[in-house]
């Protein structure tokens, strides 16, 4: 693996950090700037919330977490060769059990935050008179919903970069044991 190669890795793996903290800082706003119930404004048995700065937090985060999520998986799945003698290489590289663990508890994660921010976040877009979020009726996103769904984000960010940096790990052990075997056979 070289060192273009490393530092194409890093760049990526770095990207995929930010993003998923990003997403992080948007649901910890999102939290704070979520309609209140002082909000609320009542015409008899109708009820209706402005639209809250957190829908668009909430927005934020989801496209930080959905563009992390598949670049940083795919940094597991996709390996680059360049000659054909890297092609070979990378044939013979088998995924681990515990990168396939990784990326399915990292799935599970996301999928999970993205059922939370996507519900709490349309919970909190405009619900006028007599429409409301549903049956006609307002709702509010309940504390902690939002600081529970960033919690399952640095977790799922932290399955993805787990696996990614061990199947990183995994092409760098092998192409260094090519290269240790292609220099005996030299030598011999």
Request: aromatic content about 10%; charged content about 15%; overall charge positive.
């Amino acid at each position: 693996m070289g060192k273009i190669h490393i530092f194409t890795y890093s760049l990526i793996l770095c990207i995929v950090l930010s993003l998923a903290l990003l997403a992080f800082v948007f649901c910890i706003l999102a939290e704070f700037k979520k309609s209140k119930a002082k909000d609320v404004k009542l015409d008899g048995r109708l009820c209706q919330l402005p639209e809250s700065e957190a829908f668009w937090f909430g927005i934020a985060a989801l496209i930080c977490i959905s563009t992390a999520q598949i670049i940083g998986n795919s940094m597991s799945f996709v390996v680059y060769c360049q000659d054909a003698k890297e092609r070979r290489l990378c044939s013979q590289i088998k995924r681990p059990t515990i990168t396939s663990i990784l990326l399915l508890i990292s799935w599970i994660n996301f999928g999970t935050s993205v059922l939370l921010i996507s519900t709490a976040t349309s919970m909190n877009r405009r619900q006028p008179y007599g429409k409301g979020w549903l049956d006609g009726e307002c709702y509010l996103v309940k504390d902690g919903v939002f600081v529970g769904a960033a919690i399952l984000v640095l977790v799922s960010l932290g399955c993805t970069l787990a696996s990614a940096v061990a199947t990183l790990r995994k092409q760098y052990l092998a192409s260094a044991n090519e290269k240790v075997h292609s220099q005996v056979r030299l030598d011999n």
